[in-house]
């Protein structure tokens, strides 16, 4: 699990930095607005060929200093090109300004195998420390087997 | 418990001793996971749910280990109670205020403990047990107490209603049959004295003094 964790604050982190940035890619002249939008994070030198992150959404719109991200869909990967976690939640808000994402919606982590996950309705991420609060009904499932060790 | 984790890690544990493959589910009202210091703490009604082994209690916090580790610290507070079934299908039902999960490894040898305290209060088949504190050694299943100087531990067995309502049997004893009926023989020694005590004998009859 806390292999799991470690990653779900890179995750959302990356979530937060990749989903402004990719709506900040939109031309100014527009509202914004972006649909079906991905964006991808490499690695730092020497791995900076390789996908660490790939964010993608069904839409994304910038509204004052929020960022309002719909269907998030956040994967990563280690440096050998292994999935990790896979962070999904239907709706999520970004300040840009304090770093704070959050939602009263449901947010699910899961490793990319499928072993483990962890899930809640109500979340919020403080970015300047890496905190993730689930608000309610928080249940993390680990199955049996090797599969188990995600360190979830 | 780990019960996710340390805890988790002795439901892994568990989970992985069982024959069953279902999995271990952790649930609470709420989770806080402070990733820059490795600490997790799940609140309100947390319950684990594990193929041998059930917790609940109202708050449980993880040390989260460094990249590729285990967790190896956990500690369940308030209100802790803990099922859990060993190889044997024998059942133990634990409660107490706090409970604490360790793991580690040292010079290869595992050491995976859960360490009550607090009203400390263990059910081992028909033995209730009591002591401060109660600790679960999951390598070997044993239950001990630690720190001798300060333990105080008490095991007795559970009475059932239809044994408190009988009569006690006769106790034994080697006299014949009917030698209890026998008076009393008096002697003028006094009470606690017992005859020719300076004298011993020996098996083929010859007295040593």
Same mark, same amino acid.
Do not use: S
């Given at each position: 699990m806390k292999k799991m964790l470690n990653k779900a604050g890179v995750i959302l982190s990356a979530v937060v930095a990749l989903g402004f940035s990719a709506a900040r890619a939109?031309?100014?002249?527009?509202?914004?607005h972006a649909n079906d939008f991905s964006s991808v994070e490499y690695f730092k030198p020497p791995h900076q060929m390789l996908m660490a992150s790939r964010l993608s959404g069904m839409e994304a719109q910038p509204q004052g200093q929020l960022l309002l991200i719909k269907q998030l869909k956040l994967e990563t990967f280690d440096t050998n090109g292994v999935p990790g976690l896979i962070v999904k939640a239907p709706n999520c808000v970004y300040d840009v300004v304090h770093g704070v994402a959050n939602s009263p919606g449901h947010v699910r982590l899961e490793t990319a195998d499928g072993s483990s996950h962890v899930e809640g309705d109500g979340f919020l991420w403080r970015q300047t420390d890496h905190f993730l609060t689930i608000s309610n009904n928080v249940q993390t499932v680990i199955e049996p087997g090797p599969k188990k060790k995600t360190g979830l | 418990m780990a019960l996710a984790g340390g805890w988790l890690h002795a439901q892994t544990n568990a989970a992985a001793m069982s024959t069953s493959h279902a999995p271990t589910i952790i649930t609470s009202e709420r989770a806080d996971f402070d990733l820059a210091e490795r600490h997790a703490v799940y609140r309100s009604n947390v319950r684990v749910d594990d193929p041998q082994m059930k917790l609940t209690c109202e708050e449980m916090t993880a040390d989260l280990p460094q990249s590729?580790?285990?967790?190896?610290h956990l500690v369940a507070l308030t209100n802790v109670v803990m099922d859990s079934v060993d190889e044997k299908g024998q059942t133990k039902h634990a409660t107490s205020d706090k409970a604490i999960y360790d793991y580690n490894v040292v010079n290869g040898v595992t050491n995976e403990t859960v360490t009550l305290t607090g009203n400390a209060k263990v059910k081992d088949g028909p033995n209730w047990m009591t002591g401060e504190p109660i600790t679960f050694?999951?390598?070997?299943?044993a239950i001990h107490t630690m720190h001798a100087e300060n333990e105080s531990m008490i095991i007795y067995q559970e009475t059932t209603s239809a044994l408190a309502n009988t009569n006690a049997p006769a106790a034994k004893t080697n006299? @014949?049959? !009917?030698?209890?009926?026998l008076p009393v023989t008096k002697t003028?020694? @006094?009470? !606690?004295t017992i005859q020719n005590i300076d004298k011993n004998t020996t098996q083929s009859g010859t007295t040593t003094q």
């Open positions: 939109q031309p100014a002249t527009t509202t914004g | 590729g580790g285990q967790i190896n050694n999951l390598v070997n299943h006299l @014949p049959a !009917g030698a209890a009926d003028n020694f @006094p009470p !606690g």
